[in-house]
């Protein structure tokens, strides 16, 4: 047979994973693992053949599935092909027998893809053995949960369900990072999440593949990625990094500049913060000011569907320990000031409960997103003596991710259109709260440019005013960010 002819020698960590007993395992790798081959034998002969020998199951089901259906077609399904090219493929109905003479064993793969979220209700009738998700990443949660309540319903008498995940590197905020019991060493930070029961996975070395791949391949890769170092980092370095989905918001970013390689340290200035204080995703930035001209982002605070009251309190009580007796300056969305009726009568708004429930004193910000953006972007943009104007702490994991990528414009369809405005996801609420924070502080330059000695108001930020290069931006686009 032809299976038989073909030798496959899986890697180490692959064959650690081909002998892990776990009934859900993920394996992460970069580019040219061999991770999709791994997850191929497994499906298509480990498994069934364990089936058959442990449980004396002869016929499985298995669904292979992948998000695009060209990616399934012209990368998994072709790995499946080429290793087990003797099967029957079913073209209507998108799927392929294998048969084991000797051994009495058939196995049925279903090829099927979900690019749309709609498509999860092609998979609430099915019953299958087991799946495997190819670039798993990539395929929302709601359809991982609804295939876990589909496998191990084939055959009727079936005592186990398999679930195989391969991937190329998660960020650290994904919940494939989380889920996992590593069982090999993770090159990012280790997870502080409890793993989901019976999940394992197997993050492969770089370069563990090397002497199967075509000469140089690697350093190729490197070569035509120079430009995109956070590429090669997730793709060739196997790091954690972030699923880009749309066009990036900033150009300027870049992660070796402007993130910080140790924890930021405070030097006892003014604090400031920009708030996005407005629906139930709500986020706070903190920063300040180490020298003129220069801002480091110390903070992110961000929840999923926690009241205002609540995140507000919770972000005092963390930031009175870290930095007790600091000086606050803050800025919140302008929508956080509109009135609503109270409980019990009368009215009040989000800036309102804040300032009487948690002692903070926001300022609204600027409204208008474009003057916002473009203010990050000009700081991202500049040098101050040499070095970058702006720097994060690299605990602020949600902000870095969304610079890499995840803060995004939307691509309208497949037509290479994207949407004007970024797509509100997690991501979008960190960001939100550190333009408000900068455009005024930028703002703030040209109000003390225009009038040093003869300040209107309190502003609170002079020392970022107290810069050597005021000059504005060459761009005629930022005038907004200074205007009065």
């Not at 055959?155 to 190329?168: A, D, F, H, L, S």
């Not at 991202?380 to 610079?403: H, K, M, Q, T, Y």
Request: neutral net charge; charged residues 25%.
């Amino acid at each position: 047979m032809a299976d038989e002819r073909i030798t496959y020698r899986p890697l180490p960590t692959l064959a650690a994973f081909h002998r892990h007993p776990g009934k859900i395992r993920c394996i992460v790798g970069p580019v040219g693992s061999g991770k999709t081959t791994a997850a191929a034998w497994e499906l298509c002969y480990y498994l069934p053949m364990l089936l058959a020998s442990q449980h004396g199951l002869k016929k499985s089901r298995w669904l292979i599935l992948r998000n695009t259906y060209p990616e399934l077609i012209d990368t998994t399904q072709k790995t499946v092909f080429d290793w087990f090219s003797w099967g029957e493929y079913r073209v209507q109905r998108k799927d392929y027998i294998l048969k084991y003479p000797k051994e009495g064993i058939e196995v049925e793969i279903l090829f099927r893809s979900c690019d749309n979220p709609k498509d999860v209700r092609h998979f609430k009738s099915l019953e299958l053995t087991g799946y495997w998700l190819d670039e798993s990443i990539e395929v929302g949660s709601d359809v991982k949960l609804m295939l876990k309540n589909r496998i191990g319903r084939y055959p009727k008498k079936c005592p186990v369900r398999y679930g195989i995940e391969t991937t190329n590197p998660p960020d650290v905020e994904d919940p494939t990072y989380t889920q996992f019991k590593w069982l090999t060493d993770v090159p990012g930070p280790i997870p502080t999440r409890q793993p989901l029961e019976d999940h394992f996975g197997f993050w492969q070395p770089a370069g563990e593949n090397t002497p199967n791949l075509p000469p140089n391949y690697y350093a190729a890769l490197i070569q035509d990625y120079a430009d995109n170092p956070d590429w090669a980092d997730r793709y060739i370095r196997g790091l954690p990094g972030i699923q880009v989905r749309g066009k990036n918001v900033y150009h300027n970013f870049a992660r070796k500049m402007h993130v910080a390689s140790d924890p930021l340290v405070f030097n006892g200035a003014k604090l400031y913060a920009g708030w996005d204080n407005t629906g139930n995703t709500p986020a706070c930035i903190v920063a300040y000011i180490p020298s003129p001209g220069i801002l480091h982002v110390l903070k992110e605070y961000h929840s999923e569907r926690m009241g205002i009251v609540d995140f507000a309190n919770y972000v005092v009580a963390d930031r009175n320990t870290r930095w007790p007796n600091a000086e606050w300056v803050e800025w919140g969305d302008p929508a956080g000031e509109a009135k609503f009726s109270r409980t019990g009568g009368g009215l009040t708004s989000n800036a309102e409960m804040m300032r009487d429930e948690a002692g903070i004193e926001l300022k609204p910000s600027e409204q208008n997103w474009e003057a916002r953006r473009e203010s990050v972007e000009y700081q991202l943009g500049r040098l101050s003596r040499g070095e970058p104007a702006f720097l994060i702490d690299p605990s602020c994991v949600r902000l870095i991710n969304g610079f890499m990528g995840g803060y995004c414009y939307k691509e309208i369809g497949t037509t290479g259109l994207y949407q004007d405005k970024p797509e509100k996801n997690k991501y979008s609420h960190v960001h939100d709260a550190l333009q408000y924070m900068v455009v005024m502080l930028l703002r703030n330059i040209g109000k003390h440019n225009r009038a040093r000695s003869s300040r209107t108001e309190d502003t609170g930020d002079v020392l970022f005013g107290n810069i050597a290069d005021r000059a504005k931006p060459e761009k005629s686009g930022y005038s907004e960010v200074y205007a009065a």
